[in-house]
């Protein structure tokens, strides 16, 4: 109760007392300039600061996913960033994208929106949402909906439960008032994505260690893990993202990772992660149906970090990655080829993994989000003790003319 009176109090309190709106009249402006560029990040580090459960992204990595010269999706996608200044500050902020590839796979006209973040001023929330329209609707599509990035590893969905709730790497947070004042201009929910904390159990759940048998025995399958970084990377890295491209392929919104962005994807993710939180499930010729991916959680590191990785944001970081024991980690990529799923390779990946966390002592896992209509997925949980704590909404809005 005392958590949710405080993230009440910073949804009404934060930020708001910058004088009168008549003092120093609103203007919206496109984001041309390296030092605008670095105002749009810079803003909601500073809108959120202090918050308890926000958990800052780091401005160089925010930074490139907005350029061309940082972001490969850039090659099928086309944005716009907006910001509104209050006098000399920024009150808002906005991208407006199209990824042109997604379009063509789901046989859709839509837009997107990311990165938004605004003050619960409803004239700013106006300007930023109709620069977006209207930058979407100029380029002939019929709808625009979010939040959603350029691809799913980045950011996508708005938090409308789960405000007094820590939120996680791959996620974002946002105030309470930000669902209501989209919704006011009209945006209607398109799909929810759910979160859980699932409590890791002391020994492996009987179910899991049959089924895990099972289907080595009947599909010839095996369990792969590393003890060398550079096999995991030159071996296998290419073949773990074009199975993220096959296995994630019906999921809302999807866009596939180009040859570029896996190469990205390879040096962000692997050369980082612990090794005893990664594995594999081959065929007897050693091909790639299943991974699975886990990091120790690093939302209080990057807290500390203040979104800056230097002079000393990098050792809090790494010193979480490689802690001997943690209380949380984050579930931050399972896949399974679509042949494979739903016949029990998850349990041989989770057989594993459950080992591993009891190793670290790890108390819970976060999920991550997950559609609600992804139903075998969420029904995995049901053998673990868990509790849904976050709830998150991709919203849309048709583009009238």
Same mark, same amino acid.
């Given at each position: 109760?005392?958590? $949710?009176?405080?993230?009440?109090?910073?949804?009404?309190?934060?930020?708001?007392?910058?004088?009168?709106?008549?003092?120093?009249?609103?203007?919206?402006?496109?984001?041309?300039?390296?030092?605008?560029?670095?105002?749009?990040?810079?803003?909601?580090?500073?809108?959120?600061?202090?918050?308890?459960?926000? +958990?800052?992204?780091?401005?160089?990595?925010?930074?490139?996913?907005?350029?061309?010269?940082?972001? &490969?999706?850039?090659?099928?996608?086309?944005?716009?960033?907006?910001?509104?200044? *209050?006098?000399?500050?920024?009150?808002?902020?906005?991208?407006?994208?199209?990824?042109?590839?997604?379009?063509?796979?789901?046989?859709?006209?839509?837009?997107?929106?990311?990165?938004?973040?605004?003050?619960?001023?409803?004239?700013?929330?106006?300007?930023?949402?109709?620069?977006?329209?209207?930058?979407?609707?100029?380029?002939?599509?019929?709808?625009?909906?979010?939040?959603?990035?350029?691809?799913?590893?980045?950011?996508?969905?708005?938090?409308? $439960?789960?405000?007094?709730?820590?939120?996680?790497?791959?996620?974002? @947070?946002?105030?309470?008032? @930000? &669902?209501?004042?989209?919704?006011?201009?009209?945006?209607?929910?398109?799909?929810?994505?759910?979160?859980?904390?699932?409590?890791? &159990?002391?020994?492996?759940?009987?179910?899991?260690? *049959?089924?895990?048998?099972?289907?080595?025995?009947?599909?010839?399958?095996?369990?792969?893990?590393?003890?060398?970084?550079?096999?995991?990377?030159?071996?296998?890295?290419?073949?773990?993202?074009?199975?993220?491209?096959?296995?994630?392929?019906?999921?809302?919104?999807?866009?596939?990772?180009?040859?570029e962005q896996i190469d990205m994807a390879i040096k962000q993710y692997l050369p980082l992660i612990n090794l005893d939180f990664i594995n594999l499930v081959v065929t007897k010729k050693g091909e790639v149906v299943g991974f699975g991916i886990t990091i120790p959680s690093i939302a209080k590191a990057l807290q500390k970090t203040g979104g800056k990785l230097f002079p000393t944001g990098f050792v809090h970081i790494l010193r979480a990655l490689r802690a001997k024991h943690t209380e949380v980690v984050e579930l931050l990529l399972i896949g399974v080829k679509p042949e494979y799923q739903n016949k029990g390779v998850n349990a041989l990946i989770f057989e594993d993994l459950i080992?591993?966390?009891?190793?670290?002592?790890?108390?819970?896992?976060?999920?991550? &989000?997950?559609?609600?209509?992804?139903?075998? +997925?969420?029904?995995?949980?049901?053998?673990?003790?868990?509790?849904?704590?976050?709830?998150?909404?991709?919203? +849309?809005?048709?583009?009238?003319?």
């Amino acid at each position: 109760m005392i958590r $949710e009176i405080k993230n009440k109090v910073w949804s009404v309190t934060h930020y708001f007392n910058r004088g009168d709106d008549s003092d120093q009249g609103l203007k919206l402006a496109r984001v041309t300039t390296k030092d605008q560029l670095k105002e749009f990040v810079q803003f909601k580090l500073d809108l959120y600061r202090d918050n308890p459960y926000f +958990v800052p992204d780091l401005a160089s990595d925010e930074i490139s996913a907005l350029t061309k010269e940082g972001n &490969p999706a850039f090659e099928f996608c086309e944005a716009e960033l907006f910001m509104v200044y *209050r006098g000399h500050e920024v009150v808002g902020r906005i991208v407006a994208l199209i990824n042109h590839k997604a379009n063509k796979a789901w046989g859709e006209n839509r837009a997107r929106f990311g990165w938004v973040e605004f003050i619960d001023n409803d004239e700013v929330v106006d300007m930023l949402f109709e620069a977006a329209e209207k930058w979407a609707r100029l380029r002939g599509c019929t709808e625009i909906h979010g939040p959603m990035g350029f691809t799913d590893l980045d950011k996508e969905g708005m938090l409308v $439960e789960g405000f007094d709730q820590m939120g996680t790497m791959i996620t974002n @947070y946002n105030y309470p008032y @930000y &669902p209501r004042q989209i919704e006011r201009r009209g945006y209607i929910k398109d799909t929810d994505w759910m979160e859980y904390k699932i409590f890791i &159990p002391k020994l492996v759940p009987e179910k899991h260690a *049959r089924m895990s048998q099972i289907v080595q025995d009947r599909y010839g399958l095996r369990l792969l893990k590393f003890d060398d970084r550079e096999t995991l990377v030159n071996q296998y890295g290419k073949a773990i993202f074009q199975l993220y491209n096959e296995a994630y392929s019906k999921l809302y919104g999807f866009s596939p990772l180009n040859s570029e962005q896996i190469d990205m994807a390879i040096k962000q993710y692997l050369p980082l992660i612990n090794l005893d939180f990664i594995n594999l499930v081959v065929t007897k010729k050693g091909e790639v149906v299943g991974f699975g991916i886990t990091i120790p959680s690093i939302a209080k590191a990057l807290q500390k970090t203040g979104g800056k990785l230097f002079p000393t944001g990098f050792v809090h970081i790494l010193r979480a990655l490689r802690a001997k024991h943690t209380e949380v980690v984050e579930l931050l990529l399972i896949g399974v080829k679509p042949e494979y799923q739903n016949k029990g390779v998850n349990a041989l990946i989770f057989e594993d993994l459950i080992k591993v966390m009891n190793k670290y002592q790890v108390k819970y896992a976060e999920s991550n &989000p997950e559609l609600e209509t992804n139903l075998s +997925v969420m029904l995995q949980w049901n053998y673990f003790k868990k509790v849904h704590h976050k709830r998150r909404r991709a919203y +849309v809005k048709g583009l009238q003319n």
